[in-house]
């Protein structure tokens, strides 16, 4: 028998006075009601209730454990009533992986924005560009850049992360304006590398349904892209970053957009939770303030 609905049976039976009252009140026979406190009196390896025909009574056993069973059964309700307010307010800690630079550039902004409408809830936020298994590492979300392949992942698609290229006036008006993807590799290219240096780094424009891949080589090479965008400001290369970042600084006058022509590389995102999680209103809510701040389409 459930110990729970046992102890609810008993606190009912002591406040009721018989078992034929609990049966009218719960709808159970009164032979259930009879098993049910038996079951605890078993368990107890004590009698809880005096039974005679004519009535029946508490031991001191059965007080003791009736104030207990009263505080029990409040605290589950109480859990109950947390789990179920949880499911439709957004409240407590939100674990989120992200990208490096967009998590940095563009979330952490929208982040803040999120928390000042939901006073509730709380955003541990992780960075960096590594795979990671939401159950593994105990994300309630990831944001992916790159196609998603991996069953039992719910997958809402974002607005695609575009990367162009960007170079300073100052850079430019030394080394000149490149034409072409080709006239890159005569350029000082500051190359993301997250991966081995010993792994080149490639860069791929396209125009006209005809894609160019080039190699980019330089003097300085990162794994975070916000150093390359400071050697980008500084003057010391061309630097492929997101286009949502290059534009302010392009409105700016402090960059200027590299081979306009051409369209840089377009990679899929999406917002990501495990399938095998009912998404609470925390994850909800999150998901949906996401989509709407970077629509797919």
Not at 14 to 42: C, N, R, T, W, Y
Not at 85 to 96: A, D, F, I, T
Not at 134 to 163: C, K, M, N, Q, T
Not at 277 to 284: D, E, H, N, S, Y
Request: net charge neutral; with cysteine.
């Amino acid at each position: 028998m459930d110990r729970l609905t046992s102890m609810g049976v008993f606190v009912r039976a002591a406040e009721l006075g018989s078992f034929a009252a609990v049966s009218e009140a719960l709808g159970m026979s009164p032979q259930m009601v009879a098993k049910h406190v038996v079951f605890l009196e078993d368990r107890l390896g004590s009698a809880l209730i005096h039974r005679t025909t004519r009535r029946q009574s508490l031991t001191d056993v059965g007080r003791a454990f009736y104030d207990r069973c009263k505080l029990i059964l409040a605290d589950a309700e109480a859990a109950e009533t947390l789990a179920q307010e949880m499911q439709s307010q957004p409240r407590g800690c939100l674990k989120v992986n992200a990208p490096m630079t967009f998590g940095a550039f563009r979330l952490a902004p929208f982040i803040t924005r999120y928390l000042a409408r939901h006073p509730e809830v709380q955003i541990d936020l992780t960075l960096n560009d590594r795979f990671v298994d939401p159950l593994e590492d105990g994300f309630d979300l990831l944001i992916r850049i790159g196609a998603v392949s991996e069953a039992g992942l719910v997958a809402h698609p974002l607005a695609p992360y575009r990367l162009i290229a960007c170079a300073s006036p100052d850079y430019l008006a030394r080394r000149g304006t490149p034409q072409t993807p080709k006239d890159l590799e005569r350029h000082d290219c500051l190359a993301y590398a997250y991966w081995s240096p010993s792994i080149p780094c490639q860069w791929t424009f396209s125009r006209a349904e005809r894609t160019e891949t080039v190699k980019a080589a330089g003097r300085i090479r990162s794994n975070d892209w916000k150093a390359l965008l400071h050697a980008a400001l500084e003057g010391y290369g061309v630097t492929l970053g997101p286009e949502s970042v290059m534009t302010a600084e392009i409105a700016a006058g402090r960059l200027v957009h590299v081979l306009p022509d051409y369209e840089g590389p377009v990679r899929p995102m999406h917002v990501l939770y495990p399938a095998t999680r009912r998404p609470t209103a925390k994850v909800r809510s999150f998901v949906e303030a996401l989509r709407a701040e970077f629509p797919a389409v």
